[in-house]
């Protein structure tokens, strides 16, 4: 004879078996409930019951007899029911709780909403989900808050809500981005994309409240962040909470904190306005379609300001904002902006095991052999990146320098170098604005900079002056001063008094190496300007004409030989003059030489 015993103190609820019935192995044979909760007593023999020993309602010990079964049919239960496995699945019937929170997801999608995406497509735009789709690799993005709708119960219903405002206009969640370069553990992003097919794209008290989320994981987990931010700002409709103006949300804080600690892109196409611009404008990259509308108030905020009454696509358009700095890669569809932003995030990533090396003999032609002949510095930019790596940013604004990411066998950098097709290379205030910032751009995010010298210096001029230029272009000086990481600088030809000196990070032993070209030269000023105003004695003691403008071509010729490349690299003011074919290699066994120290505090202007 074989008992039943209790395996814990508990009441009994309900007898599934009674004296005589034959039991099989696994069979629940009685039920316990203990703290509100069932607990299944099952048979672990098949066998036939003798005797049940205690009665519905009756509590029970630990180890008190429930029931016995003749000793040829024994059976036992020692252990709680969660220590059994579980039954294999026998049909296809799916619960009603499960179809439920089905059918329920299914309203989320875009397939539940045919006449908004077809509103998208007359407008040649993708929806939100399917941006989100591009950018993550197959089946890594989980959303969170999907089942959200609108606070607007007091004046829909709930059908209207689940129908018409799914996840409250704004999908969010964790994927994995590039996943297939750099495995999980470095491809892991958090995604936030305002929907305009739900209220405009504008932002409600729950989609603020999921960003809030959304930005906290980020943070805590230094994960990068990508909002894709069309929309058009905050919506007054939300009547689910008892506020007045709403200006107690943390969304914009939260946001503002992420600056300096994880890499954030910001992706725009259609129209963008008002709070949506707000977290846009706090982004590290702005990547913007060439049809997108960016601006702190759209029309109706500029008619209710008493501004005037203008159409949507007459505020911020993007040719606007890429020339004045906001947009920092242009593009011309959501899917180009999708790549670049997977193309951004990538130098954020790591290093990459393989790349493609250009032709290292092309760098020789890049400077022409006529030393006042222009020429494009972003052929040295190509010449000494991998091959098909160079992102270039804010190709729009601030012409006199050139600023890109790219890798240097497999590694990441950022490259900045002056422009002599923009004023000689002279460097004027938003050339320099925009080199500062993407030092510090760079310096959060530990990658080392290159940078390429080619410049007469800062530019100068009473028209210049009313630009705040002084401040401008000290900004460079002290951007450079705060750098973590390596700083390498290549003078490609001219390298002339302060401005040549902000490009080697603020004197030309700052860089963990200055090296130039043979075409280098070098003086404290431009070396026609160094005569003129060093040897006016000379020159006025001449008569005007051929004979003066032989001493000067002289004297410049003189002041030329003095500041060659080579004479630099003679008194240690350089560390060394390359074949502009081994300039790769020079910089690739500085970049293993060299190292990224701890960021102690940093952030990045969103200027």
């Not at 006016?536 to 032989?550: C, F, H, I, N, S």
Request: proline content about 4%; hydrophobic content about 45%.
């Amino acid at each position: 004879m074989q008992q039943l015993r209790s395996p814990l103190q508990a009441q009994v609820v309900q007898w599934l078996v009674a004296p005589g019935d034959t039991v099989r192995a696994g069979d629940v044979v009685v039920i316990l409930e203990a703290m509100k909760m069932e607990h299944e007593v099952r048979a672990d023999a098949a066998g036939q019951v003798r005797e049940v020993h205690v009665a519905v309602g009756d509590v029970v010990d630990e180890g008190d007899v429930l029931m016995t079964a003749h000793a040829a049919t024994a059976v036992n239960a020692t252990e709680p029911a969660d220590a059994v496995a579980a039954p294999s699945r026998t049909n296809d019937v799916v619960r009603a709780d499960l179809q439920r929170v089905i059918n329920r997801h299914a309203l989320t999608l875009d397939s539940a909403r045919p006449e908004a995406v077809a509103r998208r497509r007359t407008l040649g735009l993708r929806t939100a989900r399917e941006n989100i789709a591009d950018l993550c690799d197959a089946n890594s993005f989980n959303e969170y808050g999907a089942l959200t709708v609108a606070a607007q119960r007091s004046r829909r219903t709930e059908d209207d809500l689940q129908r018409n405002t799914p996840a409250d206009g704004m999908v969010t969640g964790i994927g994995s981005i590039n996943g297939d370069l750099f495995g999980a553990d470095k491809s892991r992003a958090v995604v936030m994309a305002y929907d305009a097919t739900v209220l405009a794209g504008t932002q409600g008290m729950r989609n603020h409240q999921k960003t809030d989320r959304m930005l906290g994981i980020a943070l805590a987990n230094k994960l990068p962040v990508v909002l894709f931010a069309e929309g058009g700002g905050g919506r007054p409709g939300d009547t689910d909470m008892p506020i007045v103006a709403g200006l107690h949300v943390t969304t914009f804080a939260s946001f503002a904190r992420l600056n300096g600690q994880v890499p954030v892109v910001g992706i725009v196409a259609g129209r963008c306005f008002a709070g949506n611009a707000a977290l846009l404008g706090c982004s590290d990259v702005i990547i913007a379609t060439k049809h997108s509308n960016i601006g702190m108030g759209g029309p109706a905020m500029v008619e209710g300001g008493g501004l005037g009454v203008f159409k949507p696509e007459q505020i911020g358009p993007a040719s606007i904002q890429h020339a004045n700095g906001v947009i920092d890669v242009l593009v011309d569809d959501e899917a180009k902006a999708v790549r670049a932003a997977k193309h951004y995030l990538s130098f954020f990533q790591g290093r990459v095991a393989t790349f493609e090396t250009p032709d290292a003999n092309a760098l020789r032609d890049v400077v022409p052999e006529n030393r006042l002949r222009v020429y494009d510095t972003r052929a040295a930019i190509t010449g000494i990146a991998d091959a098909g790596t160079v992102l270039e940013l804010r190709t729009g604004f601030g012409k006199g320098i050139h600023t890109a990411l790219a890798r240097i066998e497999g590694r990441p950098v950022g490259i900045i170098a002056n422009n002599p097709h923009h004023l000689g290379g002279a460097i004027d205030a938003d050339a320099a604005d925009k080199a500062a910032r993407f030092m510090q751009l760079c310096n959060v995010h530990g990658l080392p900079l290159v940078s390429l010298v080619d410049t007469p210096g800062f530019m100068v001029g009473p028209d210049i002056e009313e630009q705040a230029q002084v401040r401008h272009v000290s900004r460079m000086f002290v951007a450079a001063a705060h750098l973590r990481v390596p700083f390498f600088s290549v003078v490609l030809r001219k390298g002339y008094g302060l401005g040549a000196m902000a490009m080697c990070a603020g004197g030309f032993h700052s860089p963990d190496a200055t090296i130039a070209w043979p075409t280098g030269e070098f003086g404290a000023m431009g070396l026609e300007g160094a005569v003129k105003l060093g040897y006016r004695k000379e020159l006025e003691a001449v008569p005007e004409g051929e004979q003066r403008d032989a001493l000067y071509q002289k004297l410049v010729a003189q002041q030329y030989e003095s500041g060659q490349a080579l004479n630099m690299a003679a008194t240690l003011e350089i560390d060394a003059v390359v074949d502009p074919a081994l300039t790769r290699d020079w910089l690739a066994t500085g970049l293993a030489s060299s190292r990224v120290r701890e960021l102690t505090a940093g952030s990045v202007d969103t200027w």
